[in-house]
T-cell receptor, first 114, second 114 residues
Framework: DSGVTQTPKHLITATGQRVTLRCSPR?????VYWYQQSLDQGLQFLIH???????AKGNILERFSAQQFPDLHSELNLSSLELGDSALYFC?????????????FGPGTRLTVL | GNSVTQMEGPVTLSEEAFLTINCTYT??????LFWYVQYPGEGLQLLLK?????DKGSNKGFEATYRKETTSFHLEKGSVQVSDSAVYFC?????????????FGIGTKLQVIP
């Protein structure tokens, strides 16, 4: 158990809909990262938040957005869903003390868009 | 930009065979290097890391050495077990002005047969 929690575990929805994925980082971790893992694209970095502020953006679509709240949990919002958005979405957290360190991954949310 | 190149899988080995999974990278600055493992149905877990040239990361019988001259971080294990069957991701992290960027390889699936 990494200490990072993600809800829900599974999500099935239809095209055009909007969903919200939730992540709670490890206690004491200020950084939250979101990743998308799909069969054809591998693991793609989406976005990084540190202590409530956006720090870096990766291959995140404009239909997707994220935020980190004062209690440090984070939400990833996916809207106007398309079939190709079906994937595993992982959240990871790290202490981010200013030196490179490891990220701890949650179990992921499996999104299926029908 | 940063990139990580891993050998494509799947890699199929018999139990107790020697394992090498190649990983090379391109990066600006001085990255930290990581191997993550993803067991079936689970999130990614850090397997080992190295933060500077010539460092050797090791864990659970796996090891990898940070080779700056060849920009490589190959994963090795002397004797694999069936329980090592998983997907292995090589990753690098760079930090510039407080901004972290993590780049993953595509992942290499390892299948160990009894």
């Amino acid at each position: 158990d990494s200490g990072v929690t993600q809800t829900p575990k599974h999500l099935i929805t239809a095209t055009g809909q909007r969903v919200t994925l939730r992540c709670s980082p490890r206690s004491g971790d200020l950084s939250v990262y979101w990743y998308q893992q799909s069969l054809d694209q591998g693991l793609q970095f989406l976005i990084h938040y540190y202590n409530g502020e956006e720090r870096a953006k990766g291959n995140i679509l404009e239909r997707f957005s994220a935020q980190q709240f004062p209690d440090l949990h984070s939400e990833l919002n996916l809207s106007s869903l398309e079939l190709g958005d079906s994937a595993l979405y992982f959240c990871a957290s790290s202490v981010d003390s200013g030196v490179p360190n490891e990220q701890f991954f949650g179990p992921g949310t499996r999104l299926t868009v029908l | 930009g940063n990139s990580v190149t891993q050998m494509e899988g799947p890699v199929t080995l018999s139990e107790e065979a020697f394992l090498t999974i190649n990983c090379t990278y391109t990066a600006t600055g001085y990255p930290s290097l990581f191997w993550y493992v993803q067991y079936p149905g689970e999130g990614l877990q850090l397997l080992l890391k190295a933060t500077k040239a010539d460092d050797k990361g090791s864990n659970k019988g796996f090891e990898a050495t940070y080779r700056k001259e060849t920009t490589s971080f190959h994963l090795e294990k002397g004797s694999v077990q069936v329980s090592d069957s998983a997907v292995y991701f090589c990753a690098l992290k760079t930090q510039t002005g407080g901004y972290q960027k993590v780049t993953f390889g595509i992942g290499t699936k390892l299948q160990v047969i009894p």
